[in-house]
C-alpha cells in the first residue's frame, strides 16, 4: 500500500513536472523610456492615448506623435506637461494639464479650450478627470485644491463646484463597492456623508481589492471581501500583503508573500487580467499567477519580475489596445514596461552537471533513453524520466560526436560520427565500420548524414562523399569506388533526401545534385547553370521532400528555397520576406503537421506554412535554450509528441502541437500612422496624421520628390518585432507582387511612373499573426506639364504653322529625288540582267559541255560555282530592283529561298509571315528590302551548314509600321561555335549590316527551346 501510495505521488509530481511551462514576459518600451507617464487611456482604434510630463502623445506602439501635431482646428495648444486623459462614450477625449481642460475629437483634429472658473485662484492645473452619472469632474491645483463637475456638450453651462479642500491633491475618481462617488487622493479618499459633507477616510477603510478585466467596469471589493483564485474550490485567496491558503476550521495559512514600496501608498491590490492570467504591482516586482489548468485545490503558481525602472510607487497596469499586453508605469519615475502573459512553448533539457553544450544528433537509444550528442560529450536522460536532467555518459574522445543517427533492426544503432565515420551503436558499445574496396589514404571522413532508401539501402554521406553501407557484413563502401575521379568523391555531402525511383537529391557545399543511381549519372543546381538548374547559392545545407515536384532546401546563405526539378526556382524565403536569418541549419516536417516546415536558422526556430505563408519565430523568450540552431540537430519524439532542436547552448523540447494551435489571441489592428510628403519645388516636407479611420486619397504632383507612407501594426506585446509589407497595383490590375518593407513600416515612394494606382500595405505580428485588415489607399501620380497630351497638341500645332511651307517644298524636293533614284535603279537592274546573266549563263554551258575531261571533280566543282554565282548576281539584281520594294515582294523572296534551300538539303522547313492580313502593300525602304534580305540568306546558309542531320529549319517575318523582325531558327543541338559563313565574314558581316539599318541582331543557342541556334534580326521604322 505504502509503495503504491508512493508510485502515486511520484506521477503526480512528474504531471506537475511537465507540464506546459508559464511565465510572463516583460520588457522596457525604448519610445517611452524618457517620458513620465501619469495616465493611459486605450483607444478601440488601435492607439494609445498618454498624459505625460512633457504633454499628450498619441503612441501606436513604435513611434509618439504629440498632440499639438495631430490638431487641424482650433487653437495652437500650449507647451506643458498634461496629468489626465480621459475618453467618453462619443470617443472624444479631454485632456488635463498645467493649461487646463481640453476637449479633443480625434475624427476631425478639432481641439478647443474648457472654460473653468478662477477658484481657488492659486493654480489653473487640472490634476484629474473622472466620468459619473452624465458629468465630467475634474480636480484642480494642490494644497488647496478643488473638483467642479460640468455636462459636455453644454458650453453655455458653467461648471459646477463640487469640493474644496485645503491639503492634498487629487489623483483620481473611483466609485465604492457600493457604487457610490469617491475623490481619490494618496493613501485617502473623500467619501461624501448623507448631510452632503466630504470626511477623509483611508483606501482601504473603502476597499480590499479591485479587480479589472479588459472590456469591463472594474470591480471593487469592499472591505472584508476577498479576491478568490477561480478553479481552487475556495481554498485559495489573494490578499494584499500575499496569497493565502483557506481550510476550513484552520487558520489561513500564507503561501506567497510581497512588499510594499512606501507606508504613503494604500495597500489596495489593483489585479488585472488578461488572457487567463492576473496581474498586479507591488514593490518594484509584478506579479502574475496563471488560471489555467487550476483543479481541485491544485495551488495557485506566484511568478514575479523585477521591473526594469527607477523605483518609486507601485506601478499603474493599463490594457493596451490589442488586448494581448499591458502597459506598466509609475508616476514618480520615467519609462514604462511590457508585461504579458507567455506559455512558454519551448523549454531546455538541463544537464547535470549544469554547462552549455553544443548540440548535434537528438533522439533516443535502442533502449529507450534520450539521448543529445554534443561537442562536450554524450548525454543520456533515464527513458522513464522526462523531468530528469542529461547526464553525461561518454566524452568526446570515447564516442565523437554524433551528427546524425538511424535505427537498425536488433537495437542497434547507425550512427554518422563527424569526428569519425561511420560506427554502430550495439549494446552500449560503439564500434567503427571498416571502409573495404578501394580507397585514398584515411584523412578527414567525418560522417554528415544518413537515410534508408525504399528498396532498404543505406546511404552515407561525408566530407570524403557518397557511401553504401550494408548492415548485415557491417562495412562500408564508397559508390562508384572504381571511378577515382567521379564528382562526389570530392564533395561535402551535407544531406541526402530520395525522389522518384533511383534517384537520390544529395545536398554538398558545391551545388545540389540530381543522382541517377543504376547510371551514376549526376545532375547539378547551382549558380553557374542554366535555367531550370540555376539557384541563388550553392552551398546547400539540408534538404525536405514534399511531393516529387517540391524540393525545399536549407542554404547558408540564401534562407529557404522552393525547387520544381523541371521548371527551376519557385519560392525564396529570406529576411525580406520574414525569415529572421539567411541561413537554415535544418529542415524537417512533423507527423502530426503535415502542412507545416519546421526550419532552424541561426537566430531561432520557424514554423512556416506554405499554404498560407505563415511564419511563427520562436526565440529564447519562448524557452528555447539556444537561438543558434546548428546543422541537423533535430530530432521527433513520437512518444511525447515534441520537437527536439538543438544549438550552440543546448538542447530543448518544443510542444509543437502548442505552437501550432497558437495563436488564438485577438489580431492586431494596422494603422496608418503618418503621410510625409517633400516638394523638390519649395524644399519643405509636409507631414500629416489622417484621423482614425481616415483614409485619404494620395497625389503626387511632378514636383514632389518623395512620398513616405508610415503604417503601424497595434502589436504591443513586449519586443513586438511586426512585419510589413506593401504592393502597387496599376489601374485596370487585379493584383500584384507583394514586397517587404522589413520592420520599421515606411515605404518611402520616389520616382514612380506616372499613372493611377492602388496603393496595398499589410502587417502581421513575428508569430504570423495578420492584421484584421489591409490599407488600401488610392494613388495618383500626375505627368510634367512638357508631357501632359494637351501640351503635346499645342506644341504639335505650333509646329506644323510654323514649318508648313518647309515640309511642302521638301515633299516635293523629295518625290524627284525618289523618281530619279528609281529610274536608275531600273535601269542598273536591267543592265546586270543583260549583261552579267548572260555571261555567267554561258560560262554554266560550256562547264556543262566540258564535263568530258578526264577530271570530272573539278569540272563538277566549276558548274556548282558557276550556278551559285549566276544564282548570287540574280539575287543582286533582285534588290535594286524598284518594282520590289514591297513587304510582299520581300515575304515571297524569302520564302522562295527557304523552300529551295531545304529542298535541296532534304530538311524539312517551315515559313511563317504575321500580323494577319499580311500587309502586302506596304513599301519597305529600299535598305531595309536589300539587307534583310542578303542577312537572311546568310542566315540559311550558315544553318543548312552547320545543323545536324535531320534539324528542321524556321523562318518567321513580321513587318509592321513600328519595327520589322526576321527571325531563323535552326532545331537540334547548338553548335559548338559560332557560324561563320564562305567568305569569312561569320556574325561580323551580319551585325555590319544590321548596324547599318540602325537594328539590332542577335545570334547564339535558343534558350527558349533549350536546343538549336537562333538568328533574330530587328529593324526599326522600316517603311518608306
Not at 163 to 170: A, Y
Not at 367 to 393: I, K, M, T
Not at 409 to 421: D, T, V
Not at 796 to 818: D, H, I, N, P
Request: glycine share 10%; charged share 20%.
Amino acid at each position: 500500500m505504502v509503495r503504491r501510495q508512493a508510485g502515486c505521488w511520484l506521477l503526480l509530481a512528474l504531471a506537475v513536472l511537465i507540464k506546459p511551462a508559464w511565465a510572463q514576459q516583460l520588457s522596457t518600451d525604448p519610445a517611452l523610456r524618457n517620458l513620465v507617464i501619469w495616465q493611459a487611456v486605450p483607444d478601440p482604434a488601435g492607439w494609445l492615448w498618454l498624459a505625460t510630463d512633457r504633454g499628450g502623445y498619441r503612441y501606436d506602439g513604435q513611434r509618439l506623435v504629440p498632440l499639438r501635431e495631430l490638431v487641424q482646428q482650433g487653437p495652437v495648444l500650449p507647451a506643458g506637461s498634461m496629468r489626465a486623459v480621459l475618453r467618453d462614450a462619443g470617443g472624444h477625449l479631454w485632456w488635463g494639464g498645467a493649461a487646463g481642460l481640453w476637449a479633443f475629437d480625434p475624427g476631425k483634429g478639432r481641439l478647443r479650450p474648457v472654460p473653468l472658473p478662477d477658484y481657488p485662484a492659486k493654480r489653473l492645473g487640472v490634476t484629474a478627470l473622472g466620468w459619473y452619472r452624465g458629468r465630467l469632474w475634474v480636480g484642480r491645483d494642490a494644497d488647496p485644491f478643488s473638483v467642479f463637475s460640468l455636462v459636455p456638450g453644454q458650453p453655455r453651462q458653467p461648471a459646477r463646484a463640487e469640493l474644496r479642500h485645503p491639503v492634498g491633491w487629487v489623483t483620481g475618481f473611483a466609485p465604492d463597492s457600493l457604487g457610490r462617488w469617491r475623490v481619490l487622493g494618496l493613501g485617502r479618499a473623500l467619501a461624501q456623508t448623507p448631510t452632503g459633507r466630504w470626511q477623509v477616510q483611508r483606501l482601504t477603510a473603502l476597499y480590499h481589492g479591485q479587480l479589472l478585466r479588459p472590456g469591463h467596469a472594474p470591480t471593487w471589493l469592499p472591505p472584508g471581501a476577498r479576491l478568490v483564485v477561480p478553479g481552487t474550490g475556495g481554498q485559495w485567496q489573494l490578499r494584499a500583503t500575499g496569497l493565502y491558503r483557506v481550510v476550513q476550521g484552520r487558520p489561513a495559512e500564507q503561501t506567497d508573500t510581497w512588499t510594499w514600496s512606501s507606508n504613503e501608498m494604500a495597500r489596495v491590490l489593483r489585479v488585472v487580467q488578461l488572457d487567463s492570467t492576473w496581474f498586479w504591482s507591488a514593490g518594484e516586482q509584478v506579479f502574475s499567477l496563471s488560471l489555467r489548468g487550476l483543479r481541485g485545490g491544485q495551488p495557485p503558481v506566484v511568478r514575479r519580475r523585477v521591473a526594469p525602472l527607477l523605483f518609486g510607487r507601485e506601478m499603474e497596469l493599463v490594457p493596451l489596445p490589442d488586448g494581448r499586453a499591458l502597459l506598466g508605469f509609475r508616476f514618480d519615475a520615467p519609462g514604462a514596461v511590457r508585461v504579458a502573459p507567455a506559455e512558454l512553448a519551448a523549454e531546455p533539457l538541463p544537464t547535470r552537471p549544469a554547462q552549455p553544450i553544443s548540440t548535434r544528433a537528438l533522439g533516443r537509444l535502442p533502449d529507450g533513453c534520450r539521448f543529445v550528442s554534443s561537442y562536450e560529450g554524450l548525454w543520456v536522460q533515464p527513458a522513464d524520466s522526462a523531468a530528469a536532467p542529461l547526464r553525461r555518459l561518454a566524452t568526446t574522445l570515447q564516442a565523437g560526436v554524433w551528427f546524425a543517427t538511424l535505427p537498425l533492426p536488433g537495437k542497434r544503432l547507425l550512427i554518422a560520427n563527424e569526428l569519425g565515420h561511420f560506427d554502430v551503436w550495439d549494446q552500449g558499445r560503439q564500434r567503427p565500420l571498416p571502409w573495404v574496396g578501394p580507397h585514398p589514404p584515411l584523412g578527414e571522413t567525418n560522417g554528415l548524414c544518413l537515410l534508408r532508401d525504399r528498396a532498404g539501402r543505406v546511404w552515407g554521406g561525408s566530407v570524403a562523399g557518397l557511401f553504401m553501407i550494408d548492415t548485415e557484413r557491417g562495412t562500408v563502401r564508397r559508390y562508384r569506388e572504381a571511378d577515382a575521379g567521379y564528382r562526389l568523391h570530392q564533395c561535402r555531402i551535407e544531406a541526402l533526401v530520395e525522389g522518384p525511383p533511383d534517384v537520390l537529391w544529395v545536398a554538398t557545399s558545391q551545388g545540389l545534385y540530381h543522382l541517377t543511381v543504376s547510371t551514376g549519372q549526376l545532375q547539378r543546381y547551382g549558380p553557374n547553370e542554366p535555367a531550370p538548374r540555376r539557384l541563388p547559392t550553392a552551398d546547400v545545407r539540408s534538404l525536405l521532400l514534399t511531393h516529387p515536384d517540391s524540393l525545399w532546401l536549407g542554404t547558408f546563405d540564401q534562407g529557404l528555397l522552393l525547387l520544381h526539378p523541371r521548371r527551376g526556382l519557385q519560392r525564396q524565403l529570406g529576411p525580406a520576406q520574414g525569415l529572421p536569418s539567411e541561413s537554415v541549419a535544418f529542415l524537417t516536417r512533423l507527423p502530426t503537421d503535415p502542412l507545416a516546415l519546421w526550419l532552424g536558422t541561426y537566430r531561432g526556430l520557424v514554423r512556416y506554412v506554405p499554404r498560407t505563408g505563415r511564419l511563427q519565430h520562436l526565440t529564447a523568450a519562448d524557452g528555447l535554450a539556444a537561438e543558434e540552431c546548428n546543422r541537423q540537430s533535430v530530432g521527433y519524439d513520437a512518444a511525447t509528441g515534441e520537437l527536439l532542436v538543438g544549438g550552440v547552448g543546448g538542447a530543448s523540447r518544443v510542444r509543437a502541437a502548442q505552437v501550432a494551435r497558437a495563436p488564438g489571441q485577438t489580431r492586431p489592428q494596422l494603422l496608418l500612422a503618418a503621410l510625409a510628403q517633400h516638394s523638390a519645388n519649395t524644399g519643405l516636407t509636409h507631414t500629416r496624421y489622417p484621423a482614425p479611420g481616415q483614409l485619404p486619397a494620395l497625389t503626387m504632383a511632378p514636383g514632389d520628390a518623395f512620398l513616405d507612407v508610415q503604417v503601424a501594426l497595434a502589436d504591443y506585446t513586449p519586443d513586438a518585432q511586426p512585419r510589413y509589407a506593401f504592393r502597387l497595383v496599376p489601374a485596370g490590375q487585379d493584383s500584384a507582387r507583394w514586397l517587404g518593407l522589413g520592420r520599421r513600416g515606411t515605404l518611402h515612394l520616389q520616382q514612380v511612373a506616372p499613372g493611377d494606382y492602388s496603393l496595398q500595405l499589410r502587417g502581421e505580428t513575428a508569430d504570423g499573426q495578420p492584421a484584421t485588415r489591409h490599407i488600401t489607399l488610392p494613388l495618383t501620380v500626375e505627368q510634367p506639364w512638357q508631357r501632359r497630351p494637351a501640351t503635346w497638341a499645342v506644341g504639335t500645332l505650333l509646329l506644323a504653322a510654323a514649318v508648313g511651307g518647309g515640309v511642302y517644298g521638301w515633299q516635293r524636293l523629295r518625290a524627284g529625288r525618289v523618281r530619279a533614284e528609281q529610274q536608275l535603279r531600273a535601269r542598273l537592274a536591267a543592265d546586270l540582267h543583260d549583261e552579267v546573266g548572260n555571261l555567267l549563263t554561258r560560262v554554266t554551258l560550256r562547264a556543262e559541255l566540258a564535263r568530258e575531261i578526264p577530271e570530272p571533280a573539278f569540272l563538277d566543282e566549276l558548274l556548282h560555282e558557276s550556278r551559285a554565282a549566276a544564282a548570287t548576281v540574280r539575287d543582286l539584281i533582285w534588290t535594286v530592283d524598284a518594282a520590289a520594294d514591297t513587304a510582299g515582294a520581300l515575304s515571297d523572296r524569302l520564302q522562295d529561298l527557304l523552300t529551295q534551300s531545304a529542298t535541296a538539303a532534304g530538311r524539312p522547313a517551315n515559313f511563317t509571315r504575321s500580323p494577319e492580313p499580311f500587309p502586302a502593300a506596304a513599301t519597305l525602304r529600299p535598305d531595309v528590302r536589300q539587307h534583310v534580305y542578303l542577312i537572311g540568306r546568310e542566315a540559311l546558309t550558315n544553318a543548312l551548314k552547320h545543323a545536324p542531320a535531320g534539324a528542321d529549319l524556321s523562318l518567321t517575318l513580321t513587318v509592321t509600321s513600328v519595327e520589322l523582325v526576321l527571325d531563323v531558327q535552326q532545331g537540334g543541338p547548338a553548335p559548338v561555335a559560332a557560324p561563320t559563313s564562305r567568305a569569312g565574314q561569320g556574325l561580323r558581316n551580319l551585325h555590319t549590316r544590321a548596324h547599318q539599318l540602325g537594328g539590332t541582331l542577335t545570334a547564339g543557342p535558343d534558350a527558349a527551346a533549350g536546343a538549336g541556334w537562333r538568328v533574330r534580326l530587328r529593324v526599326p521604322r522600316p517603311l518608306q
